[in-house]
Nanobody, 116 residues
Framework: QVQLVESGGGLVQPGGSLRLSCAAS???????MGWYRQAPGKQRELVAR???????NYVDSVKGRFTIARDNAKNTVYLQMNSLKPEDTAVYYC???????????WGQGTQVTVSS
């Protein structure tokens, strides 16, 4: 079992930046890690994903603004968010997915609000 704890959310003005962190209770070395978000009244969507090998992919709406990174030594994954827009407002969730395991794991979420 893996526990994930997100942090770094908050209120920021449009154009501002935030860095989210997701700390895992166990090793992330072999896991694919993702950041998802869910805005009110909308489905949860994948924002960014980083594989165990370091490959990344992003939803089109955040390309060039967000960067996902991982520190396997610290069992932590990050999401650097720049040039934030009001439409980025959502609860952001971290996901742990290790191939061969029977399930994946989610954090409790951290609120990001972009507003002037």
């Amino acid at each position: 079992q893996v526990q994930l704890v997100e942090s770094g959310g908050g209120l920021v003005q449009p154009g501002g930046s935030l860095r989210l962190s997701c700390a895992a209770s166990g090793s992330i070395l072999r896991a694919n890690m993702g950041w998802y978000r869910q805005a009110p009244g909308k489905q949860r969507e994948l924002v960014a994903r980083i594989t165990s090998g370091g490959g990344t992919n992003y939803v089109d709406s955040v390309k060039g603004r967000f960067t996902i990174a991982r520190d396997n030594a610290k069992n932590t994954v990050y999401l650097q968010m720049n040039s934030l827009k009001p439409e980025d407002t959502a609860v952001y969730y971290c996901n742990f997915d290790q191939p061969g395991w029977s399930r994946d794991y989610w954090g409790q979420g951290t609120q990001v609000t972009v507003s002037s």
